[in-house]
């Protein structure tokens, strides 16, 4: 029950943010900038830096993730997410030789991808992570020092 509930928690995050690309609303060109439809050079490099950091384990173009977060109405809060992802992930990796395989990999980005949304005790429930032991994934999570944004309602029921 607890890993159908992180395999539906991964999806619906996964879906929300991918969704963004597939809904996308022209703006009259006075309100271009106000809907987060553009992207400064260093919000670029930081997507850039995202996708590297995942591409194994979040194989997504770097096109679209630069047009899905091209159209997300907070894109500033949704990239800080993604850079703290990226600098837990980068901080907890840089802390194992040798490097862990890509499965356990996937569930290590599976894990702080829980731990942005929610309480480490509640994301460590969801992930109930198989190859790694619980102090491990406990540690994993603890790289991951920002405050959990939850999905809202409306997120969910867009989908």
Avoid at 43 to 70: C, D, G, M, W
Avoid at 79 to 99: C, D, H, I, R
């Amino acid at each position: 029950m607890q890993s159908e509930l992180m395999k539906y928690i991964f999806i619906l995050f996964t879906s929300v943010f991918l969704s963004c690309s597939s809904e996308k609303k022209e703006a009259p060109p006075s309100q271009t900038s106000a809907t987060g439809d553009s992207l400064s050079a260093d919000q670029i490099a930081e997507i850039k830096r995202i996708h590297s950091t995942f591409k194994e384990v979040y194989p997504v173009s770097i096109k679209e993730l630069i047009e899905n977060f091209k159209h997300d109405p907070d894109v500033k809060t949704e990239l800080g997410v993604w850079v703290n992802m990226a600098n837990a992930y980068e901080s907890y990796l840089n802390t194992k030789q040798p490097q862990p395989d890509l499965n356990t990999r996937k569930e290590i980005f599976s894990l702080i991808l829980n731990r942005s949304m929610m309480p480490a005790e509640e994301a460590l429930k969801a992930a109930q992570p198989k190859l790694l032991d619980q102090e491990e994934a406990q540690r994993v999570m603890s790289f991951y020092k920002a405050e959990p944004i939850p999905m809202d309602q409306d997120s969910i029921h867009s989908l």
